[in-house]
Nanobody
Framework: QLRLVESGGGLVQPGGSLRLSCAAS????????IGWFRQAPGKEREGVSC????????IYATAVKGRFTISRDNAKNTMYLQMNSLKPEDTGLYYC?????????????????????WGQGTQVTVSS
């Protein structure tokens, strides 16, 4: 059974850092485009970052560019999101997602509808 499980969320002060992890089971993450998304209360889910499946191309949302870094460890079947210089507006429920679509093999997208498998989410709260 295909499964994604996020961890690493929590409460952090503005300017702090967190590292989110997403462990995959039941499939080989290396064959999938992967992405991180977030949803704040009352807002739609938005894309944060993604990596294509074959050539490792990455995309970042403008709001997080230069502060967040997405990565994957194929040996551990795990993906990560390193978040630095966190701001209160980064608060939300963070989800990891994956999809094997060949169209995402060389360039990923930040549209939630492009990803078929999702984790349950981990809460990130940035507040003093």
């Amino acid at each position: 059974q295909l499964r994604l499980v996020e961890s690493g969320g929590g409460l952090v002060q503005p300017g702090g850092s967190l590292r989110l992890s997403c462990a995959a089971s039941g499939f080989t993450l290396a064959n999938y485009a992967i992405g991180w998304f977030r949803q704040a209360p009352g807002k739609e889910r938005e894309g944060v970052s993604c990596i294509s499946s074959t050539n490792g191309n990455t995309i970042y949302a403008t709001a997080v560019k230069g502060r967040f870094t997405i990565s994957r460890d194929n040996a551990k079947n795990t993906m990560y999101l390193q978040m630095n210089s966190l701001k209160p507006e980064d608060t939300g429920l963070y989800y990891c997602a994956a999809d094997p679509d060949p169209l995402l093999s060389k360039i990923c997208v930040l549209f939630p509808s492009a990803y078929g498998s999702w984790g349950q989410g981990t809460q990130v709260t940035v507040s003093s």
